[in-house]
């Protein structure tokens, strides 16, 4: 698209130039009486002072020309620029790695970046020495073929797998691999991006388990089966609903009162559970997932599987199904997606959900000011040195816990680095009270932290930037509440600094 309108500016340019040039020169009297009697060049010869406009307007296209593919070639670097810097920031985030190779043979790496090293834990030297270059010297022998067979991939092509891939010292990683077709040195190259998903396919498998362990558990349990007419609305349920749930098992006029007859469903499940029963497919599985109260008047999380059995005219006359209790079930998926966005020493949130987490906070209170405080723990490192990590781990553990004591009213905290947290507090009504927080907090961050009888010094530097002044986002804000800690911790450690705007 840039170069399209790059030549059609110059040929814009050069036309306009050139019919402005023959405009003048034909309007001239001279020419005009020149060329009854001569040809054009003739006249030139005669009139060296239009030959020297015509080299002047040649040159000044020729400097156009060059201006403007100097802007072309400076605009495409200044993009390739930007993309880099996304890149990096991207891959600094993520353990991934890009590899270019030629797919025969050993699978030769032609290039390799620098991620790419991190993830076989070997450099350059050790690349070539140990493993002769062969990016199939990482790989197990059942994905070779995946990374040979990329040859035939067409340039618009790609291809992906995820493999399991270990490094020098024998450690296996889950890699998302993607192959892309490239050329290196005018010979025909794969482009191989390697990001690790290890996490996520840990995450995957303990779900999988989980789901399978529920399976087998609500087989070997007790479950309700029931049925229901639809002709004499009633509702039949096994003799086991009434010692779970302390009511009759059998309920008449069902579908008829059945706001009063699922009144001890939760009062939040309720509306929608009505609706899906009213909406009882003729065809395939039900599957209704709501809170109901046990014999002990506790809810629990119950899931009524059931299938309407249709007459020879296609209308329902009968549904049969059973409920369960997935309670369990329910409180292990709740503790997974926690652990997917909470940092497992510290229990604060991890990086990626704390800025989802305040970004969709600031989306939906955009007219509110906020305020976001950037902690680095002073002198950590000193801290590992002296009294060992693991006094350095229960020291960060310390001072997540006050934290939590003393912002209990929906503050948002996590962590973001080793030793740096963030703590976001939404809408803080004026710039005293922002004051008052950070001191409050600057307090808070000096307190010691006692390990039998060592007495370990704890202080802290906070930046805080405000929102809006100091960031429209997630990002803008921790950007400067980053630079008024740089300049904290620069002067004064164990101090508190506010981002301000240069007017």
């Known amino acids: 698209m840039k170069k399209n309108s790059f030549w ?18 034909v309007m001239t009297k001279e020419y005009r009486q020149a060329i009854r009697g001569m040809s054009a060049v003739s006249y030139f010869n005669f009139n060296p002072v239009a030959l ?12 156009g020309l060059l201006v403007l593919l100097a802007k072309m070639i400076f605009d495409r670097e200044q993009l390739l620029t930007e993309a880099a810097m996304e890149v990096r920031k991207v891959t600094n985030n993520i353990h991934a790695g890009v590899v270019n190779y030629i797919p025969e043979g050993i699978c030769k790496i032609v290039y390799a970046s620098r991620g790419y090293y991190e993830i076989i834990g070997v450099d350059r030297t050790g690349l070539y020495e140990v493993y002769q270059n062969s990016l199939l010297g990482f790989v197990p022998p059942e994905y070779h073929d995946f990374f040979l067979k990329a040859a035939s991939l067409e340039p618009e092509e790609h291809a992906e797998e995820t493999i399991r891939m270990h490094d020098c010292n024998g450690k296996n990683y889950w890699m998302q691999v993607t192959l892309s077709k490239g050329v290196h040195g005018g010979k025909s190259a794969i482009s191989a991006v390697f990001v690790d998903v290890s996490q996520l396919k840990a995450a995957e498998d303990k779900l999988l388990r989980e789901k399978e362990r529920y399976r087998i558990v609500t087989e070997l349990s007790d479950e309700v089966i029931f049925e229901y007419n639809f002709k004499n609305d009633v509702l039949l349920l096994s003799e086991r609903f009434s010692e779970l749930y302390g009511q009759d098992h059998v309920i008449e006029s069902f579908r008829k009162n059945m706001s009063l007859t699922l009144k001890s469903i939760h009062p939040e499940d309720r509306k929608a559970t009505i609706e899906q029963l009213l909406r009882t497919r003729r065809v395939g599985a039900n599957d209704i997932q709501f809170r109901m109260k046990d014999l ?57 959900a704390t800025k989802e987490m305040i970004d969709s906070y600031i989306e939906v209170h955009k007219e509110s000011a906020h305020m976001l405080l950037l902690i680095d723990v002073d002198d950590f490192k000193k801290v590992n040195d002296t009294y060992g990590h693991q006094c350095g781990d229960e020291v960060l553990t310390y001072v997540i816990g006050n934290l939590r ?16 947290f963030i703590v976001f507090i939404g809408e803080v009504k004026d710039k005293a009270q922002l004051l008052e927080k950070a001191q409050e907090l600057k307090e808070l961050l000096h307190q010691p932290y006692q390990r039998g009888e060592q007495i370990v010094p ?46």
Not at 459 to 470: K, L, Q, T
Request: net charge neutral; charged share 20%.
């Open 8 to 25: 059609m500016k110059s040929a814009c340019i050069i036309g306009a130039v050139i019919a402005l040039f023959v405009f003048l020169l």
């Open 405 to 420: 004591k003393t912002y209990v009213s929906g503050e948002i905290i996590g962590r973001v680095g080793g030793d740096e």
């Open 52 to 63: 020297l406009w015509l080299i002047i307007m040649t040159g000044l296209v020729a400097i």
């Open 296 to 352: 002990n008047g506790e809810y629990q999380w119950c899931r009524a599987l059931y299938r309407a059995v249709c007459d020879e005219n296609g209308g329902p006359f009968m549904a049969i199904g059973k409920i369960a209790n997935i309670s369990l079930f329910k409180k292990e998926i709740e503790q997974l997606a926690r652990e997917s966005k909470t940092d497992s020493m510290t229990g604060a949130y991890n990086k990626m």
């Open 458 to 503: 704890v202080s802290a530097s906070v930046g805080v930037a405000m929102y809006p002044e100091g960031g429209s986002c997630y990002e803008e804000l921790l950007y400067n509440a980053d630079n008024a800690l740089y300049e904290v911790k620069a002067t004064k450690k164990g101090n508190f600094a506010v981002f301000e705007p240069k007017q």
